[in-house]
């Protein structure tokens, strides 16, 4: 891939042979085109596409949050590319037992310079109520005590997770998840992130670990 100084989109649309200009982000690049497979994909490359398929499905529930709030744009990287790459990363295959297994400690939901959350307990509180438990760390600092908790929910062995937005303000310590009936006696995996009331910064998102309900 190759990055152009003098646009050569000017007054011209297509694309020659094989080379193709695009602009992404305000930048113009060229490329070339893949040429179409002829032949099946082997079983190790299948299980590479579907753990991107895997990963798309994961990160559906905060892919707008990503897209805003995992880091800034380097390059042509967007923040939402590097959110993927953080899932795809730890999206393990094992190639000789043909599985896809999610490392969930390593995954990242939100990545920025905010005050991070100390998390204190979770416990199950009733048979369908998580117990989130935190510290203010806020240290009397009025902006810091209005941050925003931000909390991503993933069920062991599926692949939709679902995300809570804006629930709980860094100053209360404590929030309460009510669970519905299909995420009822099954392993949860949990992580929280603090973004400021005025939703222009994030912190590093916490695993917190996964409990049993």
Same mark, same amino acid.
């Given at each position: 891939?190759?990055?152009?100084?003098?646009?050569?989109?000017?007054g011209?649309?297509?694309?020659?042979?094989?080379?193709?200009?695009?602009?992404?982000?305000g930048?113009?690049?060229s490329?070339i085109?893949?040429?179409?497979?002829?032949?099946?994909?082997?079983?190790?490359?299948?299980?590479?596409?579907?753990?991107?398929?895997?990963?798309?499905?994961?990160?559906?529930?905060?892919?707008?949050?990503?897209?805003?709030?995992?880091?800034?744009?380097?390059?042509?990287?967007?923040?939402?590319?590097?959110?993927?790459?953080?899932?795809?990363?730890?999206?393990?295959?094992?190639?000789?037992?043909?599985?896809?297994?999610?490392?969930?400690?390593n995954?990242?939901?939100?990545?920025?310079?905010?005050?991070?959350?100390?998390?204190?307990? #979770?416990?199950?509180? &009733?048979?369908? *109520?998580? $117990?989130?438990?935190?510290? !203010?760390?806020? =240290?009397?600092?009025?902006?810091? /005590?209005?941050?925003?908790?931000?909390i991503?929910?993933?069920?062991e062995?599926?692949l939709?997770?679902?995300? #809570?937005?804006n629930? &709980?303000?860094? *100053?209360? $310590?404590?929030?309460?998840? !009510?669970?519905? =009936?299909?995420?009822?006696?099954? /392993?949860?995996?949990?992580?929280?992130?603090?973004?400021?009331s005025?939703?222009?910064?994030?912190?590093?998102?916490?695993?917190?670990? &996964?409990?049993?309900?």
């Amino acid at each position: 891939m190759g990055k152009i100084y003098d646009s050569l989109l000017a007054g011209s649309s297509g694309r020659t042979g094989r080379i193709v200009v695009a602009n992404v982000s305000g930048n113009e690049i060229s490329r070339i085109r893949p040429k179409k497979r002829t032949k099946a994909p082997s079983e190790n490359q299948l299980m590479v596409q579907k753990r991107m398929k895997n990963a798309i499905e994961f990160m559906a529930s905060y892919r707008a949050y990503a897209c805003k709030h995992f880091g800034h744009r380097v390059g042509m990287r967007s923040s939402y590319n590097q959110a993927f790459t953080n899932v795809t990363t730890n999206m393990v295959i094992d190639f000789t037992a043909k599985t896809i297994t999610p490392n969930y400690p390593n995954i990242v939901f939100s990545k920025g310079a905010l005050l991070g959350v100390l998390p204190t307990s #979770m416990t199950l509180s &009733s048979p369908d *109520v998580i $117990e989130l438990n935190w510290q !203010n760390n806020a =240290n009397s600092n009025v902006e810091r /005590e209005t941050d925003m908790l931000q909390i991503l929910i993933a069920i062991e062995g599926e692949l939709t997770t679902y995300f #809570m937005e804006n629930v &709980s303000s860094r *100053v209360e $310590e404590s929030y309460n998840i !009510n669970l519905t =009936n299909f995420q009822l006696g099954k /392993e949860i995996h949990i992580w929280l992130a603090f973004r400021t009331s005025t939703k222009d910064q994030v912190s590093n998102s916490v695993y917190l670990g &996964s409990i049993t309900t």
